[in-house]
C-alpha cells in the first residue's frame, strides 16, 4: 500500500470511529495516545524515543472535550481534502485555513497540537496527510533525485542546480534517491557554513552531500537524512556551533526528539557528531563568549537526558561545563575563510 493510500485508510478508520456511535445515538470517544513526558520512554534498543501504553480520552459527551473533538474532525477533514486533490499546506496555512470553515484555534499553537493529535491517533507523520512546516533547510550536492509528486512523477533533478542550495520541502522529501558520486552526507547548522562550502567546492573535496539544518532540523530534513543514508548507504556527519543547543541538534538527528516519539523514519543512530566541542575551543583557540545562565541549566538537562547516558556524550557535557564558554562555528574565520576546508574537516573526517 501507498503512503497515500494508507493515509487515506486511517483518515477513514477515524471518521468511522467518530460517525459509527453517531448514528447508534452514541457519543463518539476517542483514544489519543499519551504525550505527556511520563509516557515518552527512551528505548535503548531502538535508540530512539517512544510513546508508552498510556492514552488521554478525547469524550464528546464532556462539554470540556466538544471543542477540541471538533477541531480534531476539522483537521482530519481538511487533511483528506488535501490528499484527494493532491495538495499540500503548511501548518500555518492550517490555522488560517480553519476560519473559512468558522472552526476557532485561539492561536496557531493550538492549532500545531491538534495536529499532532492527528498524527498520534494515526500513527502517521502530519506529512503523510501533506501538511508541512514553513522550509528552512537546504541540500546541495552530487546525487539526482526521482521526484514522486504529481505533475512532477519520474522527472530527475541534479541537486547542485543551484548555487544556492534547494530548499527541503514536501517534493524533495518524498523524492526517490537515483544515484551519486557522495560518500557521505555533512550536515550543517548555520547558513553561512552551508554557503562556504559550496563556494569552496568542499562537496567535491570530501564528496559529500551538503545539508544546511537551519537550527534545530524540521521534520522534512531529517526525513531527508535517513532516506539518503537508507538508500545510498552514505555516512552521516553533523557539523554544529560549540554550545549545548549544538550538541542537541546532533542528538535530535541521532535519537529522535520527545515530540517526535510516535513518528518512526526520522532518526539516524549512526550519525556523528563532529564538533565544535569543548576539546575544539581550546585546541584552536577559538573566539569565545561566556556560557550564560541558560546554557549552564541546559547542560545540566542534557545530562540528565537518556540521551544522554554514554561515557562519549557525558564527556562532552563535562567538557563545556568545565570550560563554561561556547563558539560559533564562524569563530574558525580567524584562521583565514577556508580553515575549516582545508584543516578542520579533514582532521575531523577521517
Keep these: 500500500m501507498n503512503d497515500i493510500a494508507q493515509a487515506n485508510r486511517k483518515l477513514c478508520e477515524l471518521g468511522h470511529r467518530i460517525l459509527e456511535p453517531i448514528l447508534d445515538d452514541k457519543f463518539p470517544i476517542i483514544e489519543i495516545p499519551d504525550r505527556n513526558t511520563s509516557n515518552i520512554e527512551y528505548e ?3 535508540n530512539r524515543f517512544v510513546l508508552g501504553s498510556s492514552v488521554t480520552i478525547r469524550d464528546s459527551s464532556n462539554i470540556k472535550h466538544i471543542r477540541s473533538f471538533a477541531q480534531l474532525a476539522w483537521v482530519a477533514s481538511f487533511a483528506k481534502r488535501l490528499l484527494a486533490a493532491s495538495r499540500t499546506s503548511s501548518l500555518r496555512d492550517v ?6 470553515f468558522g472552526v476557532n484555534f485561539k492561536d496557531q499553537a493550538e492549532s500545531d497540537r491538534i495536529v499532532l493529535d492527528l498524527e498520534c491517533i494515526t500513527g502517521l507523520s502530519r506529512e503523510s496527510f501533506g501538511i508541512f512546516p514553513d522550509e528552512h533547510s537546504s541540500v546541495y550536492g552530487d546525487v539526482q533525485m526521482r ?22 520541502g ?16 555533512l550536515a550543517v547548522e548555520s547558513g553561512g557554513m552551508f554557503s562556504r562550502l559550496i563556494e569552496t567546492r568542499a562537496w567535491e573535496r570530501f564528496k559529500a552531500i551538503l545539508i544546511q539544518l537551519g537550527g534545530q532540523p524540521p521534520r522534512a530534513t531529517r526525513s531527508l537524512i535517513r532516506t ?11 557539523f554544529t556551533d560549540g554550545d549545548p543547543w549544538g550538541m542537541h541538534i546532533a542528538r535530535v538527528i541521532m535519537s529522535g526528539s520527545a515530540n517526535s516519539a510516535h513518528i518512526e523514519g526520522l532518526t539516524t543512530p549512526t550519525a556523528k557528531w563532529i564538533g565544535v566541542t569543548s576539546q575544539d575551543i581550546e585546541h584552536y583557540s577559538l573566539p569565545s563568549e ?49 580553515f575549516v576546508v582545508d584543516t578542520y574537516l579533514p582532521e575531523k573526517l577521517v
Excluded: C
Design 44 to 46: 535503548t534498543s531502538r
Design 228 to 238: 539518503l543514508h537508507d538508500e545510498l548507504d552514505l555516512a552521516v556527519y553533523i
Design 290 to 338: 561566556k556560557m550564560s545562565d541558560s546554557d549552564l541549566k541546559r547542560l545540566d538537562e542534557l545530562s540528565r537526558d537518556p540521551r544522554y547516558s554514554s561515557k562519549e556524550w557525558q564527556m562532552h557535557i563535562d567538557g563545556f561545563r568545565k570550560l563554561r564558554e561556547k563558539a560559533e562555528q564562524q569563530a574558525f574565520s580567524r584562521y583565514g575563510m577556508d
Design 95 to 100: 490555522y488560517y485555513s480553519s476560519e473559512a
Design 170 to 185: 514536501p517534493a524533495l522529501m518524498t523524492a526517490e534517491p537515483i544515484r551519486t558520486n557522495a560518500e557521505i552526507i
Design 147 to 168: 521526484y514522486t509528486v504529481p505533475g512532477y512523477s519520474g522527472r530527475e533533478i541534479d541537486l547542485t542546480i543551484s548555487p544556492d542550495g534547494l530548499p527541503i
